[in-house]
């Protein structure tokens, strides 16, 4: 089938705009994970979903960071007032087994 | 916590040359250890893996084995080619009763550039 995909795939804004990232993981993967990549630092686990709870919100930066799963499917990741530090690559996983398997992530710039 | 320290890059090697890339890793427990690479333009995608000690992992002439009395998982090519040039990120999970939900702690990635 389909692997994780996600919208859009790049997203410019301007700060202080609110902005929402889609991800929509393989069908029948109940877990569901969201990680940053920012330039030069890695990547940084941000959020863990198991179906439709969030039972490991430990990565997320700040309160204008939120996220959440309907139907144990698609996930949406919002960041509110954004920040120039906010800048990165946005990536989505879902995991079968111990394997994640990851989308193409979203090129978030914020201006 | 859980952390992952790998080889810093940028790292030019020729066509055919011998490749390792360093990864130690701190953890609690035991936990599974992966390699992956995320070809310029793509996504990241799975390299390999090994889940217990002294597995060795291994896909496309790559394979690395899990030390535990070392920690490290290091990475290995025996001739590298120019469709290799890629960043290559070491990471690890821990699931189950380690805890952690299987999350990935990644190391900062290592740019491979192979040329002919």
């Known amino acids: 089938g389909a692997g994780v995909s996600q919208s859009p795939s790049n997203k410019v804004t301007e700060k202080g705009k609110d902005v929402e990232l889609r991800c929509d993981p393989i069908s029948g993967h109940t877990a569901l994970y969201w990680y940053r990549q920012r330039l030069g630092q890695g990547l940084e686990f941000l959020i863990y979903?198991?179906?439709?709870?969030?039972?490991?919100k430990s990565g997320l930066p700040s309160d204008r960071f939120s996220a959440e799963r309907t139907g144990e499917s698609v996930s949406t990741l919002t960041i509110q007032r954004t920040q120039q530090e906010d800048s990165a690559v946005y990536l989505c996983?879902?995991?079968?087994?111990?394997?994640?398997?990851f989308g193409p992530g979203t090129r978030l710039t914020v201006l | 916590g859980n952390s992952v320290t790998q080889m810093e890059g940028p790292v030019t090697l020729s066509e055919e040359a011998f490749l390792t890339i360093n990864c130690t890793y701190t953890a609690t427990g035991y936990p599974s250890l992966f390699w992956y690479v995320q070809y310029p333009g793509e996504g990241l995608q799975l390299l390999l893996k090994a889940t217990k000690a002294d597995d060795k992992g291994s896909n496309k002439g790559f394979e690395a084995t899990y030390r535990k009395e070392t920690t490290s998982f290091h990475l290995e090519k025996g001739s590298v080619q120019v469709s290799d040039s890629a960043v290559y990120f070491c990471?690890?999970?821990?699931?189950?009763?380690?805890?952690?939900?299987?999350?990935?702690?990644f190391g900062k990635g290592t740019l491979l550039t192979v040329n002919p």
């Open positions: 996983a879902s995991r079968a087994n111990n394997e994640q398997f």
């Open positions: 990471a690890l999970s821990q699931g189950g009763s380690g805890g952690s939900n299987y999350k990935l702690t």
């Open positions: 979903f198991q179906g439709n709870s969030a039972p490991d």
